[in-house]
């Protein structure tokens, strides 16, 4: 099960914590999105695009369209487009983790990752689903991700 304090931890170096007390109905919606998704009723990518969509709006209409929100340092942070992928992203990673290690979750995964630029579908799939893949195939996950994407994204959980 994902709990509120996950969400609300993948979110707070992005959106702050004045921002997230203030948006608490979102953050429980998020869980809820996050806790029900079934494989063959949802869809990975509906479920990035509903929760995109409400990281969005709701920045938008507390900001009144600046995209510009104070963080808990007193410095002000302007949200691009693109953050909120990597936002959504994160969170898809507690759902990924929490997947059950069956067969259909990994190939859900490994398609989730082939057609979407998604780091946590591939982290997920290098640390949760190892199971399904060689060694071989395992290096190759490894060589995308760190040639991929920013080294601050990886470099804590990945083993270099």
Same mark, same amino acid.
């Not at 304090?5 to 702050?16: D, R």
């Given at each position: 099960?994902?709990?509120?304090?996950?969400?609300?931890?993948?979110?707070?170096?992005?959106?702050?914590?004045?921002?997230?007390?203030?948006?608490?109905g979102i953050v429980n919606s998020i869980a809820i999105k996050l806790n029900t998704f079934?494989?063959?009723?949802?869809?990975?990518? $509906?479920?990035a695009g509903n929760i995109d969509d409400m990281l969005f709006f709701a920045v938008r209409s507390f900001t009144k369209g600046k995209m510009v929100l104070k963080m808990g340092s007193g410095q002000s942070y302007r949200i691009r487009m693109e953050d909120f992928y990597v936002m959504t992203d994160d969170l898809l990673y507690l759902l990924f983790a929490v997947l059950p290690k069956?067969? $259909?979750?990994?190939? @859900?995964?490994?398609?989730?990752?082939?057609?979407? $630029?998604?780091? @946590?579908?591939?982290?997920a799939l290098y640390l949760h689903f190892d199971s399904f893949q060689t060694e071989e195939e395992k290096q190759t996950l490894k060589k995308?991700?760190?040639?991929?994407?920013d080294k601050a994204r990886w470099r804590w959980w990945l083993d270099n």
């Open positions: 099960m994902i709990a509120v304090s996950q969400v609300v931890c993948a979110l707070s170096p992005w959106l702050g914590d004045r921002f997230l007390s203030q948006h608490e079934v494989l063959g009723r949802d869809s990975f990518e $509906n479920i069956t067969r $259909n979750h990994y190939i @859900a995964l490994q398609d989730y990752s082939i057609k979407h $630029n998604s780091l @946590a579908s591939l982290r995308v991700i760190t040639s991929c994407f």
